[in-house]
C-alpha cells in the first residue's frame, strides 16, 4: 500500500507548478494591468445567490471561484495544483500518511502570504473553525460530506493544518471547490459564540462577505447586480481584470440581446442553452462560443416494485432492450448539432482510467434488431400495429419522468420516438420545478426517470446509503432504489484507492457491474455553452471535479 501512495504522490508532485499556481493563458502574478484591464468583465448568471459560503448552498455556483479560495485547484484535465496551501502532500515528504488502523493523515503547508479580503492573516485556526462549524447539528449545510469524512482538524502552527481522516479518501491530499474552505474567524467567530441565529443568516454571508479569492464584493445591488474588485492581496498574484460585475437575468434570451448589443461580455451554460448560442452565432455575434462537456443524461430504471410500476422495467432483458433502442449519435446531432457527445457510463472522459473501462464494459450501442429481440426473449412481441404486447394482449408502455427546460424536453422525445419504433409507445412527463422537490414524488415514478447530474466520482449516488426512503424522509439521491453490494463495496474501494492503477481496476469491476445491472445508465453528455467577448483571454474548460466556470478567473485579461 505503501507504494501505491508514493507512486500517487509523485504523479501529484509531477504535475503540480510552482508556488504561482497553475499556468495558462494571461496569468498575472505580480504584474500591474495594463489600463486596458480597467474595463469591467460584466457576467449574466440566470439566479440571483441567497448566500455566498459556498457549504450552504444546495449546488455551489460558477460563481464561488471568483470570492472563495481553496486548499487546492483541479484544472480540466483533472491534474492538482497548490492553491491556499504552498505545497500538496506528498508520502515522500512524510505529509499523507496511511495509519496501521486504516485511517489516514494529510499535512497541508499554508502558503505564509495568504490573507483575507480584509488584509487579515489566514491561518490554519481558520479552517480548522470552519470544520468545526460545519458539524454542527443546526449548520444549513449542503456541501460538507467531506467535513464527515474528516475526524480531526489540527492547527499545528499559523501555516500547518493537520487533517485527520475517518477512512482513506483520494481527495484527501488536494481538496478543492466547493470542498473544506476556510471561514475568516476573526470576524466571525465571536458572533458564532455570542449569538448562533445571527451567525447564520449574517450579512457576512451576503454582501458583507469575506473570503481569499481573487475578487472581493464591492456593492450588491439586490436584484440587479453583484459588483467585486480585484484582490490585490490576492494568494497567486493580483488578477488582472480590475472589476468583474455579475448581472443577474433569468431570460436566457435577454442575456443573449445583451450579448449582442455588449452590455454584457459572458455567460455560461447554467444561464444560457444550445439554442442560444446557435443565436449567438447566426447573428454573426464577434464572441466566442465554447461548447465544452456539460452534465450527462441519465436514464434511471425504476428498481422498486411500487404500486403503479410498470413491472417490466424490473426485467434486465426488457431494459437491456430499451438501452438498445436509444439512438444516441442521432440525438445528439439532432439536439446539439453534434456539439454533445454519446455516451454510456459513470466516468468523465478526462479520468485517466476512462480508457481502460471503455474497453471493459458493457455499452448499449443503438440495436433495434437486438432491442426487440431481447423484448421477445421477455415475452413482449411487436404485433403488425407495431406495438409490443405480452401473451395476455397488453401493450408494454414505459412512461419518461422528464426533467424540465425545453432542450430536455427534446431529448426525451427523441428517446420516446426510438422506443415507439421498437413497439413501445411512452409518455412523457415533464417533471416541474415544484415537484423537483418533491423527494418521495421523484422516487415512486412507474417505470424510467430521465435526469442528470454533474459526473464525478464523488457524485455517485446509486448506493444503499443513499437510498431514498421514507425513514429519511426521501431525501436520498438514490430515487430510483438500486441497490448492489458489490457495487457498494467497490465504490467505497474507488473512493478510498489513490494508487491511479489500483483505482482503475476497481473502477472496471464496478462499471462493469453497473452497466450489466442496467438499471441506471447514460445517454449522452449535453453540450455546456459558454459564450464570451473575443477579446477576452482566459477561460478555460473546467474539470468535472471542481467544476466552476471561473476556476481561473485570476488569469484572465482583456487582449484589447
Known sequence: MALAFASFALMVAACAPAASGPAGPGTAQGSVAPEVNRRPLV????????????????????????????????????????????????????TWKLLPDGRMETTYKLR????????????????????????????????????????????????????????????????????????????????????????L??????????????????????????????????????????????????????????????????????????????????SGWRGRVAYWSGNPRIVQFQARDWPGVQRAVLD????????????????????????????HFWLHPTDPAYPA???????????????EALLREAGWVKGGDGVARNGAGEPLTVPINNQPGDQEAQEGSIVADNWKQIGVPTELKRVTPQELRDGEMRSKY????????NLALDNMVWTISEISRPENRWTGSNRNG??????????????????????????VQALGIMQDDAYVTLTHLQAAVTAYDSALTGPAEPSSVGNAETWNAYQWRWSS
Not at 457576467?43 to 441567497?50: F, L, T
Not at 437491456?320 to 454519446?342: C, E, I, K
Request: charged share 20%.
Open 446 to 453: 412507474p417505470a424510467m426517470a430521465y435526469e442528470r447530474r
Open 316 to 343: 434486465p432483458r426488457a431494459r437491456r432492450a430499451l438501452l438498445h433502442g436509444v439512438d444516441r449519435a442521432s440525438l445528439v446531432d439532432a439536439v446539439f448539432g453534434g456539439r454533445g457527445r454519446p455516451f
Open 43 to 94: 457576467i449574466a448568471i440566470n439566479r440571483e445567490p441567497s448566500i455566498l459560503e459556498t457549504s450552504m448552498l444546495p449546488q455551489p455556483r460558477d460563481e464561488a471561484g471568483l470570492m472563495t479560495a481553496f486548499l487546492a485547484m483541479i484544472d480540466g484535465q483533472q491534474q492538482a495544483h497548490p492553491y491556499l496551501a504552498a505545497e500538496l502532500p506528498t508520502v515522500a515528504a512524510g
Open 482 to 507: 438500486w441497490s448492489n453490494q458489490a457495487f457498494d463495496d467497490l465504490w467505497r474501494r474507488v473512493l478510498g484507492t489513490i494508487d491511479l492503477a489500483e483505482r482503475e481496476g476497481l473502477l
Open 357 to 371: 473501462v471503455d474497453r471493459a464494459v458493457a455499452k448499449y450501442e443503438y440495436d433495434p434488431t437486438r432491442a
Open 112 to 199: 505564509p502570504n495568504a490573507t483575507w479580503h480584509d488584509g487579515a492573516p489566514l491561518t490554519a485556526e481558520d479552517f480548522v473553525f470552519a470544520h468545526r462549524v460545519r458539524l454542527e447539528p443546526d449548520f444549513p449545510g449542503f456541501s460538507t460530506t467531506l467535513e464527515y469524512r474528516v475526524s480531526r482538524a489540527v492547527a499545528l502552527d499559523p501555516h500547518t493544518l493537520l487533517l485527520e481522516w475517518k477512512e482513506p479518501y483520494l481527495w484527501a491530499g488536494m481538496l478543492h471547490l466547493p470542498n473544506f474552505s476556510p471561514m475568516p474567524r476573526h470576524r466571525v467567530e465571536q458572533i458564532y459564540t455570542d449569538n448562533r441565529e445571527a451567525f
Open 201 to 282: 443568516t449574517g450579512a457576512h454571508w451576503r454582501d458583507q462577505f469575506v473570503h481569499a479569492g481573487p475578487y472581493r464584493v464591492s456593492r450588491w445591488e439586490p436584484g440587479v447586480e453583484l459588483v467585486l474588485d480585484a484582490f490585490p492581496g490576492f494568494v497567486l498574484g493580483a488578477p488582472a481584470l480590475q472589476q468583474v460585475i455579475i448581472r443577474f437575468m433569468p431570460d436566457p434570451n435577454t442575456v443573449v440581446a445583451n450579448l449582442l448589443g455588449g452590455t454584457v461580455d459572458m455567460s455560461w451554460a447554467a444561464t444560457i442553452g444550445f439554442q442560444q448560442a446557435q443565436a449567438l452565432e447566426q
